[in-house]
């Protein structure tokens, strides 16, 4: 008998993904983040901030955007107002969501559905129990009167004008716990009007392929077909399946997804719109509403991370900064002979970007790859040695896999690795060299009690200390750092100056600064030395400063690794750098150079190419590798 392994396989012959079209034609992009996203721990939107995303959304292309729930608090009562105000609004694409009336009241006089009615919009969409235990156990209401709590409501709104999509919350549970009550609800929302029936996988705990039969099931119902009802699906994410049961919906036939952009929402999240829209479009030749672009999802998703305060997922497929970015040395050599060895698609596809990481991982053509993405080709430095960029790559991948070694490590630093990279090429000349630097902390053992009467003494204007002119006053200062530096330009010696003539002016500057710490001081002290040279450093600060300790059983002797993140405050750009060293403070002062000279690399005042007369023996390029 044959193992499974050496068992001869049928070969798979899949069509061309243009060519197939998995479930209908068509399908319906339905957003919940403005509701249900913001039901998601941590996630608050102000009303200025949901229409910002509305707007985007509408621009993208969504054919409905679900703005929040008018009858659950003010702000979500405001967002709606305010759209009524705003004549240019795309009111057919707003959706307003709330809960069918309550039980044994009247649906005319349920403050819920009042609501709906006053917020303007257009589009409603109902939750409705689509489980007879939860009717029985959680709304305390009788099979019969849950049906009427939805068909009263659909036939109240329609009767208003206004287009109803029912959620049927808890429909997939429900429908294994009662086919029959599953089938009376379906019936009951089409025969009342409504335009559309979600199914619900509330709990997020259903499995793809029972979904789609019962999705199936569904979209066959006879009331769904004579009506013409769109069945929409709605999933949640407990089980991780919340994407890929949305698409089985599709291929059983629905045509209306509901989703949230980035994945947001209750508990572990709702289904992620992003991954669905780059699927339905990009895998299951699903055609979407005319002014779906792919190439700006990942755009999309950017921005409401942006607007939600959140840090994009780096591993979101399709949109996240590592969903085409190549680490693994084999992968890196690979795609370079073909790009789809890799990639599941051209990430220009959903507009995001092919990336080469830099690591103990690495092989040669991780290097290659990254000399060029900066612009070192090997053509002007090869000269008479055809084989300069391999070379040169195989020198920085073992300085690389030698630092990483000793605790660095290049991932979360990507402008130390563009230094290196550049500092290993003969036309970069680095605009500055630290000469020398100092650092030393001055303080008197105090305890905390005696530290805050101190505060008092000094708020009360005595003895000030006068050294200190970068702390706040009151402060102490308890580090003081001296940095020595050489320029190797002025501001009238940028390369844009048609008077330039290639030469090199070197100035120096020692500068003395007190800080909080000595780190504090000496990133002031080297800011102020380097800033007459270079004004365009006032716009960079230091934003983050992370050490760690990598070998613990050494204590104080152990190497440490600094990671710093810069930003630029103007355009909020932001780059980090990396350094080790025994010394906390040298490895600090290491990524600090580095953080200040990748923000003149990038500003591209200067020039990054040796001047004539620049003795590239002091570069700092020696013998290193
Ligand atoms: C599956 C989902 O995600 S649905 C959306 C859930 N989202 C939210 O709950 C966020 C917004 N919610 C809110 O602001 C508030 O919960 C409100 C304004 C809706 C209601 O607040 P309250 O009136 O204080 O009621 P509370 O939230 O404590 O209880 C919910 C009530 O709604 C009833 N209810 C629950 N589901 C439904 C439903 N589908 N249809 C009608 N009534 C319902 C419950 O039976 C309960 O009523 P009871 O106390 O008479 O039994
Ligand atoms: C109201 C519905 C759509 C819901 O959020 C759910 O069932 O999870």
């Not at 039901?39 to 409905?64: A, C, T």
């Not at 919350?169 to 409504?194: I, K, M, N, T, W």
């Not at 990133?523 to 450093?537: G, I, N, Q, T, V």
Request: glycine fraction near 8%; include cysteine.
């Amino acid at each position: 008998q044959l193992s499974a392994v050496s068992k001869p396989r049928a070969s798979v012959n899949l069509p061309q993904v243009k060519d197939r079209v998995v479930g209908p034609q068509r399908a319906l992009i339905y957003d919940t983040t403005l509701r249900d996203g913001t039901q998601g721990e941590g996630i608050s939107m102000s009303v200025e901030d949901k229409l910002s995303v509305f707007d985007q959304l509408v621009d993208f292309g969504f054919d409905y955007v679900e703005g929040g729930w008018p009858g659950s608090n003010p702000k979500d009562k405001a967002f709606f107002d305010r759209c009524l105000t705003m004549p240019d609004i795309h009111r057919d694409k707003l959706v307003a969501f709330g809960s069918t009336r309550r039980k044994f009241t009247k649906v005319e006089d349920d403050k819920q559905v009042e609501a709906l009615i006053t917020s303007g919009a257009r589009s409603v969409c109902l939750v409705a129990k689509a489980s007879l235990s939860q009717v029985e156990n959680i709304l305390g209401a009788t099979a019969e009167e849950g049906l009427l709590m939805i068909s009263d409501t659909v036939s109240y709104l329609v009767s208003q004008n206004v287009k109803v999509f029912v959620d049927l919350e808890h429909y997939f549970d429900g429908y294994l716990e009662s086919p029959d009550y599953a089938s009376s609800l379906v019936e009951a929302c089409c025969s009342a009007g409504a335009s559309s029936i979600v199914l619900c996988d509330t709990n997020g705990g259903t499995l793809p392929w029972d979904l789609e039969e019962m999705t199936r099931a569904a979209v066959a119902h006879p009331v769904v077909v004579e009506n013409d009802v769109t069945v929409g699906v709605h999933c949640h994410n407990d089980i991780g399946m919340a994407v890929a049961n949305s698409l089985a919906a599709v291929k059983g036939g629905a045509g209306l997804v509901q989703g949230c952009v980035n994945g947001v929402g209750e508990r572990t999240g709702n289904a992620d719109i992003v991954s669905i829209i780059g699927t339905l479009a990009l895998k299951m030749g699903t055609a979407l509403s005319d002014g779906v672009e792919t190439e700006n999802l990942t755009s999309l998703s950017r921005f409401v991370d942006e607007v939600l305060n959140r840090s994009p997922d780096q591993a979101q497929p399709y949109v996240g900064s590592a969903a085409f970015a190549h680490k693994g040395g084999l992968h890196v050599s690979a795609m370079e002979k073909d790009p789809t060895s890799y990639q599941h698609i051209d990430p220009a596809l959903v507009g995001n970007i092919r990336r080469t990481v830099i690591s103990e991982l690495s092989g040669r053509m991780n290097i290659v790859q990254r000399l060029k993405e900066i612009g070192v080709d090997g053509n002007e430095e090869e000269g008479e040695n055809k084989d300069w960029l391999n070379e040169r790559a195989t020198a920085i991948l073992t300085r690389v896999k030698k630092l990483e070694s000793i605790g660095y490590t290049f991932e979360g630093a990507d402008a130390s690795v563009k230094l290196m990279m550049l500092h290993a090429t003969k036309r970069y000349c680095p605009p500055f060299r630290v000469l020398d630097y100092s650092a030393t902390v001055f303080d008197q053992f105090i305890d905390s009690a005696s530290r805050v009467l101190y505060k008092k003494k000094k708020s009360a204007g005595v003895g000030v200390n006068a050294a200190s002119d970068s702390l706040d006053e009151g402060e102490r200062a308890t580090a003081r750092a001296t940095v020595k530096v050489q320029s190797l330009y002025e501001k009238e010696w940028i390369v844009d100056d048609p008077e330039h003539d290639g030469s090199v002016e070197k100035v120096e500057r020692l500068e003395v600064a007190d800080g909080n710490g000595p780190v504090d001081a000496l990133a002031l002290a080297l800011k102020r030395a380097l800033e007459p040279s270079y004004p365009f450093l006032s716009k960079v600060q230091l934003t983050d400063y992370k050490v760690r300790i990598l070998d613990n059983e050494a204590a104080t002797e152990a190497a440490t690794r600094v990671l710093i993140e810069f930003t630029e405050t103007e355009t909020n750009r932001k780059w980090n750098t990396v350094s080790v060293d025994r010394n906390v403070i040298s490895a600090s002062l290491n990524a600090l150079v580095d953080g200040y000279e990748y923000a003149l690399l990038e500003h591209e005042t200067f020039c990054m190419l040796c001047p004539a007369d620049y003795d590239d023996s002091e570069s700092g390029l020696g013998g290193w590798e």
